[in-house]
Nanobody, 127 residues
Framework: QVQLVESGGGFVQAGGSLRLSCAASGGTFSSYAMAWFRQAPGKERECVAAITRSGRSTYYAGSVKGRVTISRDNTKNTVYLQMNSLKPEDTAVYYC????????????????????WGQGTQVTVSS
């Protein structure tokens, strides 16, 4: 069973950048598809970005495409979310998620696809 710990959230002005990190432990990191989700108050949890086990394929939500980059370092058991040109509507709790998956090329984008979740990190963007 894998444990996930997010870091890097904080308070930033609109137009600024943040880099979130998610450190995994307790499992074979390279066997997990990974993703970042976010949940704003009163809204459903949504997938922001996802990445395959190999890191070769990614998915981005339309609302963040062009501003966000997901990446992973399988040697450091860490997945990252680089967020640029942040907007107030990006304000949310950001969660890291992992799922053990056989296929190295499958991107998972739904909450029900993921078995393991971090505790979340708050991102607040002021206007």
């Amino acid at each position: 069973q894998v444990q996930l710990v997010e870091s890097g959230g904080g308070f930033v002005q609109a137009g600024g950048s943040l880099r979130l990190s998610c450190a995994a432990s307790g499992g074979t990191f390279s066997s997990y598809a990974m993703a970042w989700f976010r949940q704003a108050p009163g809204k459903e949890r949504e997938c922001v970005a996802a990445i395959t086990r190999s890191g070769r394929s990614t998915y981005y939500a339309g609302s963040v495409k062009g501003r966000v980059t997901i990446s992973r370092d399988n040697t450091k058991n860490t997945v990252y979310l680089q967020m640029n040109s942040l907007k107030p509507e990006d304000t949310a709790v950001y969660y890291c998620a992992a799922d053990s998956i056989i296929s190295p090329s499958l991107v998972l984008t739904t909450t029900t696809a993921y078995d393991y979740w971090g505790q979340g990190t708050q991102v607040t963007v002021s206007s």
